[in-house]
């Protein structure tokens, strides 16, 4: 008996009551946790909510009611836990045999987002920074060099707009630090929005809205042959709160990103090796060094390779990801020719987008610093030391960046090679997961929304610890950002439970999610509970084969 029809005899067996106990608490939760974001982002400017001037007519829309910051940020902590406990309760529930409509799932998923992006942007002041960024471009100066402070003393509409007594300090006299596809989508919600802080911003939301919706797109088609895991894949990203409040809600650019690094890393296929005669020894027949006869494409190879540098245009660290279709191009019976094709797509891009962003662009590629963010995991072995009481950029070790880095290339090498490859006609979207683990887990500046860059490749996996560990972790972390705007007129306990999940808690549950990716790579514990997300012959093609 295989494992996936083990698998499907014990999810048929599974008490049916608690499984459809499961997946009511799950859908419950859920929704409960998302109309909370709603109501938050609806409720106008407050603690979550920069200020910004109301269109008259245009989105977004929203409708002040002045809620104070206990009641934002306790509300949404409480959501953010919700709408982790419920997607952790539908996965088990899905591993247990339910299996709830997918075009209702669906469709909730796309109604959720399509409602959150015409609200004001929530949870983070970044959208702001963009359409600055944007704004420079629209007027003629570049955001490589230009800064918002800058745009602000020149007089502009757009400048006068942005909130500085609300907005993070650090970035007022920064030059933007994104791609020059970033500044491309940052140029075009400004020409749309106009003269207006808040209608470049929902284009901003709405273009990330697009990408979301998207990679629903996509996992549902790659998936279609598997009830289970297509359910899965929808819990991890489609329905998922944490994510639609980090991505729509919040307008960060790393959803375009993750769109184009996923359909990147799933363009390249390794297909089986075509022969005329049937009698041809194994000697002779195109093998790949795991024993996986195939080739992968040129045409596949060259659109990984424009997808992936799309989104390294975007942000530099899906870089990563062409490593991955590098390290996969190995698996081809004649690897040099899928790599020089791959390479060839992923210049494509990145060259000319480069060279017209011009020097300034790739000066900040090379010398910008990798920073370190007040909620790191590594605060914890650096400030009992010195024992400071709160986390400053001035206490940390002067080469935490490098040894940051020299983790994440040891923590790297480790999952590249110990990481099961569930998916053996996806040949670059183990090493790319690997990749992008150890990179979200290890370096030293963390985000909650950059764990875009490996949800959507962990959402074409098969159902392991794994999910559980990635998933906390989001959760920590999102409640760290809860509050965009720091508030003065807060509670003390407020504001001291705020301190301890940036300064401790948070960097706690990063430190055992990091120890527990460890640990599973050297222990080989992953804990699947059913066969491999594709296999051979039941994965629906993006594109029709040549």
Request: aromatic fraction near 8%.
């Amino acid at each position: 008996m295989s494992e996936r029809d083990g698998d499907e005899r014990t999810a048929r067996s599974a008490s049916p009551g608690l499984t459809r106990l499961l997946g009511w608490l799950a859908a419950a939760a859920i929704a409960v946790s998302t109309l909370i974001m709603i109501a938050v982002s609806a409720a106008g400017p407050n603690v979550s909510v920069p200020v910004m001037r109301k269109p008259s007519v245009s989105p977004p829309w929203w409708h002040a009611l002045h809620l104070t910051a206990t009641f934002v940020t306790v509300s949404l902590w409480a959501a953010m836990v919700l709408g982790c406990a419920g997607v952790i309760a539908g996965l088990i529930a899905v591993a247990r045999g339910a299996r709830p409509p997918v075009r209702a799932v669906m469709a909730a998923a796309f109604l959720a987002v399509a409602v959150v992006t015409v609200l004001p942007s929530a949870g983070s002041t970044d959208a702001i920074s963009y359409a600055a960024n944007g704004r420079m471009a629209v007027i003629g100066h570049s955001p490589y060099v230009m800064t918002p402070l800058q745009l602000q003393r020149s007089g502009d509409p757009i400048g006068r707009q942005i909130p500085f007594n609300e907005i993070p300090s650090t970035w007022l006299t920064t030059v933007s630090v994104y791609g020059p596809v970033a500044t491309g989508t940052e140029w075009a919600a400004a020409e749309l929005g106009g003269s207006s802080l808040a209608r470049i911003t929902f284009w901003l939301k709405l273009e990330e809205a697009l990408a979301f919706g998207a990679v629903i797109v996509a996992l549902d088609r790659m998936l279609r042959a598997d009830p289970a895991q297509r359910l899965r894949a929808h819990l991890l990203w489609s329905v998922n709160p944490l994510l639609l409040w980090e991505i729509v809600a919040s307008g960060h650019i790393d959803g375009l990103a993750a769109l184009f690094g996923l359909l990147g890393v799933a363009a390249l296929r390794l297909r089986p090796s075509q022969t005329n005669n049937s009698q041809t020894s194994s000697s002779q027949t195109d093998r790949t060094p795991n024993g996986v006869h195939g080739q992968i494409g040129l045409r596949d190879a060259a659109l990984a390779g424009l997808a992936i540098g799309v989104a390294t245009g975007i942000k530099a660290e899906y870089a990563l990801f062409a490593l991955a279709v590098a390290w996969a191009c190995r698996r081809s019976a004649r690897p040099l020719r899928p790599l020089a094709a791959a390479a060839a797509g992923f210049a494509l891009v990145v060259v000319p987008t480069y060279l017209a962003a011009g020097t300034p662009a790739i000066k900040v590629l090379i010398t910008r610093s990798p920073g370190v963010t007040w909620d790191t995991m590594y605060q914890l072995f650096w400030r009992p030391v010195l024992g400071d009481t709160q986390f400053s950029v001035n206490s940390a070790p002067p080469h935490l960046a490098l040894i940051a880095y020299l983790l994440f290339a040891a923590v790297a090498v480790l999952a590249v090679l110990r990481l099961p490859d569930r998916l053996p006609d996806l040949p670059a979207v183990t090493p790319a997961l690997a990749l992008s683990l150890a990179w979200l887990f290890v370096t030293a500046f963390q985000r909650p929304w950059y764990d875009v860059m490996a949800l959507s490749l962990l959402a074409l996996y098969s159902a392991s610890r794994l999910d559980w560990v990635v998933l906390l972790r989001l959760l920590a972390g999102a409640t760290v950002y809860v509050q965009a705007v720091q508030s003065p007129v807060q509670p003390h306990w407020l504001a001291n439970l705020g301190q301890f999940d940036g300064a401790w808690l948070t960097p706690g549950v990063r430190l055992l999610a990091t120890v527990a990716l460890v640990w599973l790579c050297l222990s080989g514990r992953w804990g699947w509970r059913s066969g491999p997300a594709v296999s051979a012959g039941r994965l629906p093609e993006l594109l029709p084969a040549t």
